[in-house]
């Protein structure tokens, strides 16, 4: 009963540095989203993928890349890590687009960039 | 204009209380409607969806969703310390979600 799973749950980052955020699900979810949550500003959309080889930005996707090559697996990348960036971020699957379904959210990755 | 909008709080009641929280949305076209409960440094948990205008019953936990006003609300009855978490309403149209930025209740006991 794994559903969405997100790994590292922890990381720390020097300024620069680049690094990869893992998602995988087990639900056969065609949609896949990342989303960074800063505290009091809720959820923003990162990237989304409405299906394998298929991706699109969302409202803040500066500084990040994504790639989908098979449904169960959506990897974040930031390339040079700033301080800004530091956040939690969550990675979230749905069987449907927005509007037609719900949608389920992994653990979180939290990420602080010094 | 937001998508979703929702009062931040904080809210604190006492064990017992009934609770309610609100939001309003912006686009018509939305249909299906969400609540989400989110313990501190956890993800979002799923707690209710509803596609219909009225209400939704599970338990102690009342979705009621006003599409008239564009107004969604979520009802805790008998609330207990352990609903202590931000709660996020959230709507969708095509291939996004669109969330509000939570409402933070604690529950003492």
């Known amino acids: 009963n794994a559903g969405v799973t997100q790994t590292p749950k922890f990381r720390i980052l020097k300024i620069g540095q680049s690094m990869t955020l893992q998602c995988t699900q087990d639900m056969n979810h065609n949609y896949m989203y990342w989303y960074r949550q800063d505290p009091g500003m809720g959820l923003k959309l990162i990237y989304y993928?409405?299906?394998?080889?298929?991706?699109d930005k969302g409202e803040v996707p500066n500084g990040y890349n994504v790639s989908r090559s098979t449904t169960e697996d959506f990897p974040l990348r930031l390339e040079l890590a700033a301080p800004s960036q530091t956040s939690v971020y969550f990675c979230?699957?749905?069987?449907?687009?927005?509007?037609?379904?719900?949608?389920?959210f992994g653990q979180g990755t939290r990420l602080t960039v010094v | 204009q937001k998508e979703v909008e929702q009062d931040p709080g904080p809210l604190s009641v006492p064990e017992g209380a009934i609770v309610s929280l609100n939001c309003t949305y912006s686009?018509?076209?939305?249909?299906?409607f969400m609540w989400y409960r989110q313990y501190s440094r956890k993800g979002p948990e799923l707690l209710m969806y509803?596609?219909?205008?009225g209400n939704k019953e599970d338990g102690r936990f009342t979705a009621q969703v006003d599409k008239s006003s564009k107004y969604i609300s979520l009802f805790i009855r008998d609330s207990q310390p352990s609903d202590s978490a931000t709660y996020l309403c959230a709507t969708g149209a095509g291939n996004q979600f669109y969330f509000g930025t939570g409402t933070s209740l604690t529950v003492i006991p």
């Open positions: 979230a699957s749905s069987h449907l687009g927005g509007g037609n379904t719900e949608a389920f």
């Open positions: 686009n018509s076209a939305f249909q299906y």
């Open positions: 509803t596609y219909s205008s």
């Open positions: 993928s409405v299906g394998a080889g298929i991706t």
